[in-house]
């Protein structure tokens, strides 16, 4: 008899078929919106789950679903998943790591011209019809070629990021919990390490690029943005609650910094609608890694760990390993 698993969120039906082949899938392909009774509910009997990054998975489901062996999130980052409860309950977990680096970093990229160069306020209004002729201060900006790059989370996504500044001539200073090996720190476009504050104060932009954790829990807010320049741009694709929302709509009102470009947000989707009331940030849905050869790719990716775990095999990217039992 195959495994049970559950697939909490439309997927590309490709994936579905592939994961049929190997398991019993319970799919969600109308997307409905599953609570976390419901979720809890799907789960009972189901050895695995293709999990997704709206979903908690915390200790209460762990001791609800006691035939869980595997939680396989379609995403690189997992704080949506208690992984010490997991442990504890034996149950593998795994995340999307690498697929997505290369089209998140272009992201990043998007974000920080788009806000630095004011793309779209300006667009907002060419389309209200308010542009009746040029004017050589029409929506002067900073530069971005030429300045220096602050990342802040020098992971894989944040080397790729740097990468792409040797291009553009600038300068890259980064800010992560260990110093990178001379070779990596050489190839990131030779990023020079920093202290965050001294970062803060050094970048002419700022890209976040951090695991969300409590430990990073608004380390971005009110004293760290007033350390910045008021001619920089803050970018943040890593997670919502990194930053204060608050406090960056406060800073942007009274031009503590200049812009920013905001793909996540505290308490997505409900994010604060204060936002929208700003000229100066351009704001995306958490489409950082939204390709489609990427997102196939992450999801292909989270069919393999699931279908490796439930037929004992080790998971390509099994996040607690005490959990594996060969
Ligand atoms: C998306 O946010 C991811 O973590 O992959």
Sequence with gaps: MKPKVLVTRETFPEVID????????????????YDEAELMRRLQGKAGVFA???????????????????????AVGYNNIDVPAATAAGVMVTNTPDVLNETTADFGWTLMMAATRRVSESEHFLRAGQWKRWRYDDFLSADVHSSTLGI?????????????????????????RSRLAPELEAAANHAQYLGMEELLRTADHVV???????????LIGAKQ???????????????GGIVDDAALIAALRSGTIAAAGIDVFENEPAFNSDFLTLKNVVLTPHIGSASVPTRRAMAYLTADNLIAALSGQRPPNLLNPDTFQP
């Design 152 to 176: 802040i989370g020098m992971g894989r996504i944040g080397q790729a990021i740097a990468r792409r500044s040797m291009g553009f001539n600038m300068k890259v200073v980064y800010h992560n």
């Design 18 to 33: 592939y994961l049929a082949q190997h398991v019993e899938v319970e799919h969600n392909q109308n997307d409905e919106a």
């Design 208 to 218: 976040l690029v951090l695991p969300y954790s409590p430990a990073s829990h608004h």
């Design 52 to 74: 997704n990054p709206t979903h908690r998975f915390a200790g209460e489901l762990f001791a609800a679903c006691p035939e869980l062996k595997a939680v396989c999130n379609m």
């Design 225 to 239: 943005l007033a350390m910045m320049k008021p001619t920089a741009t803050l970018v943040n694709i890593a997670r």
